[in-house]
């Protein structure tokens, strides 16, 4: 591989080096395959025909149109759909919120503008796509509900259920929090709009199922969780799971909307099973807009403090959509508490069903809307109170998460604070709005806080030395963007005492290893976890080996008397007593020799302590007065983490976050036209990302933060965090040079004019 050789690594230890990512050759020259690519034999081609109506009942499809033109096979719908042996199986997919889960063609029911109702197959896409055009749907309609902002009176509380154990309910209230705010001398509220969003990855959702005949299935699925996808399509098509092999092995990035099986891998499968062909279906970018969302919110804040600044009172409330058939919840109220210590406080999360698709995890899911509200209460609150916004977070600097009352693992968020400022030239700042100019534009700072959890799921991971001395590891776990074969390398390599072109890394394939789906920022600290609990695993099975050779000089070494170095296992009481993984290997009859192991979170260590990530996002914007433009022109994050693996990787994640920090507070949102109970903007010119004019000098920091406690590695997780301060540091700067606090975000140039 080129880029390997190319990268001058300047000894040991790997990890901490800022090592290129493996796979870029492959991803730049267009050699790495995605699963729209894998040409398979006389394959056929899928495409969904989506709802146009909001909700009612398909009373007629007609598909005589349709079927007459040439290369049409069939259109599947719900009225000749496959009497396959699917079923609703609650949780057929490990990400599914409470609720009953959606499947498509089950019946003529319309809950959702642009359900899938039918699916045309024909032998190109292009003749699907435009046979499509031709099917003729005829629907009774009814009374529907998208708006979330006019049915905020019928909030209610989500319904709990397995898949929140991650999402954790509202804090528990302490003290009086009415009385308390009642008495402050000082006091911010705010109310918080939030609009939908929608994943826009660059790479579209594709199915490409291979029909290998007798019901098993080779199925290259965009996904961030391979075995994931694998257990909903043996779950929900009735199919053993051995016979079911789901392999992702690059992906274009998710962002969350892989988190769940999709529509085109029902589609694909349903297709291939009752046609018995290879089917792909691909959903375009307008269909991009038909699934998974980050859900619009209103949010409301009230803080109350003391004349020096203390934080006594905290209460923040969040009212978010959901869909009908499913209470999708986010962690929204949770960090006001884990950041400030008052003593009185209410949280409140509620949920509004209304009739659109259920929305689904996006990066920094609740924490990045959160954060908006809390930190931006914060910058009122110390616009009040005369006292610097930096300053008013170190009076308020929580030693301990007080939500739960138990110490952090670790926070070193005291340092994101100081060096963060400093890159930034924070003291430059003139505390008035309005204050700072360049030209004729307003120049504002702004600075806000992040906190994102630090968690560890069960994972597996297999290690093995080839028969020429080397490691392979694998597990079935995907890379989404972030670096993952990198990471993993870097950390097998060191515990092995191997160079890097000595490790290979497979991955992306449900037959491997167990991982869980990639999000929530775990990958590193579960499936790195199980890299290395593997690597310790095959050391000791090296050691045995060795002990069972003629004259071994290690026959009584215990493990933690040998070190694992330079393709060799050394005595550490004698260095010159050692042997090679080759020579290991031709004692063992030239065969391989292989261990798989799992990492597990330490349940009763960790219960313990709070276990999180923080952040602090500093940023300067220009706004033209007369243009209402604003031009995010500066901004550094400085960000906690623990260990970090691969600075450069870890970087690129957090410029990832700032770059969508700008994107999520002036540009993204999806519109809806409510009369319709549509989406208007269901295209990428129409809903706005940042250009590449819009990202200018974006700076990071990771400050040193070690942590014992939180897992194995001492990681945190970096997918995530980049997003959870910066967003509200932007709102924080708008006001800064405007004096006009915008809470609802984008923030448009019309709300500055
Ligand atoms: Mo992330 S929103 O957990 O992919």
Same mark, same amino acid.
């Given at each position: 591989?080129?880029?390997?050789?190319?990268?001058?690594?300047?000894?040991?230890?790997?990890?901490?080096?800022?090592?290129?990512?493996?796979?870029?050759?492959?991803?730049?020259?267009?050699?790495?395959?995605?699963?729209?690519?894998?040409?398979?034999?006389?394959?056929?081609?899928?495409?969904?025909?989506?709802?146009?109506?909001?909700? @009612?009942? !398909?009373?007629?499809?007609?598909?005589?149109?349709?079927?007459?033109?040439?290369?049409?096979?069939?259109?599947?719908?719900?009225?000749?759909?496959?009497?396959?042996?699917?079923?609703?199986?609650?949780?057929?997919?490990?990400?599914?919120?409470?609720?009953?889960?959606?499947?498509?063609?089950?019946?003529?029911?319309?809950?959702?503008?642009?359900?899938?109702?039918?699916?045309?197959?024909?032998?190109?896409?292009?003749?699907?796509?435009?046979?499509?055009?031709?099917?003729?749907?005829?629907?009774?309609?009814?009374?529907?509900?998208?708006?979330?902002?006019?049915?905020?009176?019928?909030?209610?509380?989500?319904?709990?259920?397995?898949?929140?154990?991650?999402?954790?309910?509202?804090?528990?209230?302490?003290?009086?929090?009415?009385?308390?705010?009642?008495?402050?001398?000082?006091?911010?509220?705010?109310?918080?709009?939030?609009?939908?969003?929608?994943?826009?990855?660059?790479?579209?959702?594709?199915?490409?199922?291979?029909?290998?005949?007798?019901?098993?299935?080779?199925?290259?699925?965009?996904?961030? @969780?391979?075995?994931?996808?694998?257990?909903?399509?043996?779950?929900?098509?009735?199919?053993?799971?051995?016979?079911?092999?789901?392999?992702?092995?690059?992906?274009?990035?998710?962002?969350?909307?892989?988190?769940?099986?999709?529509?085109?891998?029902?589609?694909?499968?349903?297709?291939?099973?009752?046609?018995?062909?290879?089917?792909?279906?691909?959903?375009?970018?307008?269909?991009?807009?038909?699934?998974?969302?980050?859900?619009?919110?209103?949010?409301?804040?009230?803080?109350?403090?003391?004349?020096?600044?203390?934080?006594?009172?905290?209460? *923040?409330?969040?009212?978010?959509?959901?869909?009908?058939?499913?209470?999708?919840?986010?962690?929204?109220?949770?960090?006001?508490?884990?950041?400030?210590?008052?003593?009185?406080?209410?949280?409140?999360?509620?949920?509004?069903?209304?009739?659109?698709?259920?929305?689904?995890?996006?990066?920094?899911?609740?924490?990045?809307?959160?954060?908006?509200?809390?930190?931006?209460?914060?910058?009122?609150?110390?616009?009040?109170?005369?006292?610097?916004?930096?300053?008013?977070?170190?009076?308020?600097?929580?030693?301990?998460?007080?939500?739960?009352?138990?110490?952090?693992?670790?926070?070193?968020?005291?340092?994101?604070?100081?060096?963060?400022?400093?890159?930034?030239?924070?003291?430059?700042?003139?505390?008035?709005?309005?204050?700072?100019?360049?030209?004729?534009?307003?120049?504002?700072?702004?600075?806000?806080?992040?906190?994102?959890?630090?968690?560890?799921?069960?994972?597996?991971?297999?290690?093995?030395?080839?028969?020429?001395?080397?490691?392979?590891?694998?597990?079935?776990?995907?890379?989404?963007?972030?670096?993952?074969?990198?990471?993993?390398?870097?950390?097998?390599?060191?515990?092995?005492?191997?160079?890097?072109?000595?490790?290979?890394?497979?991955?992306?394939?449900?037959?491997?290893?167990?991982?869980?789906?990639?999000?929530?920022?775990?990958?590193?600290?579960?499936? @790195?976890?199980?890299?290395?609990?593997?690597?310790?695993?095959?050391?000791?099975?090296?050691?045995?080996?060795?002990?069972?050779?003629?004259?071994?000089?290690?026959?009584?070494?215990?493990?933690?008397?040998?070190?694992?170095?330079?393709?060799?296992?050394?005595?550490?009481?004698?260095?010159?007593?050692?042997?090679?993984?080759?020579?290991?290997?031709?004692?063992?009859?030239?065969?391989?020799?292989?261990?798989?192991?799992?990492?597990?979170?330490?349940?009763?260590?960790?219960?313990?302590?709070?276990?999180?990530?923080?952040?602090?996002?500093?940023?300067?914007?220009?706004?033209?007065?007369?243009?209402?433009?604003?031009?995010?022109?500066?901004?550094?994050?400085?960000?906690?983490?623990?260990?970090?693996?691969?600075?450069?990787?870890?970087?690129?994640?957090?410029?990832?976050?700032?770059?969508?920090?700008?994107?999520?507070?002036?540009?993204?949102?999806? !519109?809806?036209? *409510?009369?319709?109970?549509?989406?208007?903007?269901?295209?990428?010119?129409?809903?706005?990302?940042?250009? *590449?004019?819009?990202?200018?000098?974006?700076?990071?920091?990771?400050?040193?933060?070690?942590?014992?406690?939180?897992?194995?590695?001492?990681?945190?997780?970096?997918?995530?965090?980049?997003?959870?301060?910066?967003?509200?540091?932007?709102?924080?700067?708008?006001?800064?040079?405007?004096?006009?606090?915008?809470?609802?975000?984008?923030?448009?140039?019309?709300?500055?004019?």
């Amino acid at each position: 591989m080129p880029p390997m050789e190319q990268q001058k690594l300047s000894g040991r230890p790997l990890v901490g080096q800022a090592i290129s990512r493996l796979e870029g050759y492959e991803k730049v020259t267009g050699a790495a395959r995605y699963s729209g690519e894998f040409n398979v034999k006389d394959l056929l081609y899928g495409y969904v025909i989506n709802s146009t109506i909001t909700k @009612g009942k !398909i009373i007629s499809i007609d598909t005589s149109k349709a079927e007459a033109i040439p290369g049409v096979i069939t259109v599947f719908h719900h009225g000749n759909r496959p009497s396959l042996a699917w079923f609703s199986m609650q949780y057929a997919d490990m990400d599914a919120p409470p609720g009953t889960p959606f499947r498509p063609l089950q019946n003529g029911e319309v809950k959702y503008n642009g359900q899938p109702i039918a699916l045309l197959v024909a032998d190109s896409f292009e003749t699907a796509r435009y046979a499509a055009t031709l099917v003729k749907v005829v629907y009774t309609t009814e009374e529907f509900q998208t708006d979330l902002i006019g049915n905020m009176a019928k909030a209610r509380a989500p319904k709990g259920g397995l898949a929140t154990f991650l999402k954790p309910p509202p804090p528990k209230p302490f003290g009086d929090f009415e009385k308390a705010f009642e008495a402050a001398p000082f006091k911010a509220t705010g109310k918080f709009i939030h609009g939908t969003e929608h994943h826009n990855p660059m790479e579209l959702f594709t199915t490409t199922t291979v029909y290998n005949g007798k019901g098993k299935l080779t199925i290259y699925d965009k996904t961030q @969780g391979t075995v994931n996808c694998q257990l909903y399509v043996a779950n929900v098509f009735g199919l053993h799971f051995k016979d079911v092999r789901v392999i992702s092995p690059y992906v274009g990035g998710a962002f969350g909307s892989g988190l769940r099986p999709q529509h085109q891998l029902f589609f694909s499968v349903m297709a291939a099973l009752e046609l018995k062909r290879n089917v792909r279906v691909t959903l375009d970018r307008h269909q991009m807009f038909t699934f998974g969302h980050r859900p619009p919110t209103v949010q409301f804040t009230r803080f109350g403090a003391t004349v020096d600044g203390k934080v006594t009172a905290l209460n *923040h409330e969040a009212i978010a959509e959901t869909s009908r058939f499913e209470d999708y919840t986010e962690v929204v109220v949770n960090w006001a508490h884990m950041l400030y210590p008052a003593q009185n406080t209410l949280f409140k999360y509620n949920l509004v069903p209304l009739d659109v698709f259920s929305p689904l995890d996006m990066r920094a899911p609740g924490g990045s809307t959160g954060l908006h509200a809390i930190e931006s209460t914060m910058d009122e609150l110390a616009y009040q109170l005369k006292i610097d916004p930096l300053e008013l977070r170190l009076i308020n600097y929580a030693e301990r998460d007080e939500s739960t009352d138990r110490p952090y693992s670790s926070k070193e968020l005291r340092k994101c604070y100081l060096q963060g400022a400093e890159q930034f030239g924070w003291n430059k700042r003139s505390p008035e709005p309005r204050s700072m100019r360049n030209g004729h534009k307003l120049v504002g700072y702004g600075m806000a806080t992040g906190i994102w959890e630090a968690m560890q799921l069960p994972a597996r991971a297999a290690a093995s030395i080839t028969t020429e001395g080397k490691l392979k590891v694998n597990s079935a776990v995907t890379d989404i963007g972030t670096g993952t074969l990198t990471v993993m390398s870097q950390i097998a390599a060191d515990e092995m005492g191997l160079p890097l072109e000595d490790v290979s890394f497979t991955y992306g394939d449900s037959k491997m290893a167990f991982a869980p789906i990639q999000g929530g920022s775990f990958t590193i600290s579960s499936v @790195g976890s199980a890299v290395k609990a593997a690597c310790n695993a095959l050391k000791k099975k090296i050691l045995k080996k060795a002990k069972t050779m003629d004259n071994s000089p290690f026959k009584s070494h215990k493990i933690d008397e040998v070190v694992f170095a330079d393709r060799k296992m050394i005595s550490i009481a004698n260095p010159s007593v050692f042997i090679s993984y080759s020579d290991i290997i031709a004692a063992n009859d030239h065969k391989v020799i292989k261990s798989v192991n799992f990492a597990m979170p330490k349940a009763l260590k960790l219960k313990k302590y709070s276990r999180a990530a923080h952040s602090a996002s500093f940023v300067e914007v220009e706004v033209d007065e007369e243009l209402g433009t604003i031009n995010v022109t500066r901004a550094v994050t400085a960000v906690a983490a623990g260990k970090i693996i691969n600075p450069k990787t870890a970087k690129s994640q957090i410029l990832g976050g700032m770059v969508w920090s700008i994107s999520k507070a002036l540009r993204e949102e999806t !519109i809806s036209d *409510h009369r319709f109970g549509k989406y208007m903007n269901m295209n990428i010119a129409e809903y706005h990302i940042p250009v *590449h004019a819009d990202i200018h000098d974006l700076d990071v920091i990771f400050v040193e933060e070690q942590d014992d406690i939180v897992n194995e590695l001492g990681t945190k997780g970096v997918g995530e965090i980049g997003l959870a301060a910066m967003p509200s540091a932007i709102a924080n700067a708008i006001y800064h040079a405007t004096g006009k606090r915008i809470n609802q975000f984008p923030i448009h140039f019309d709300q500055l004019l």
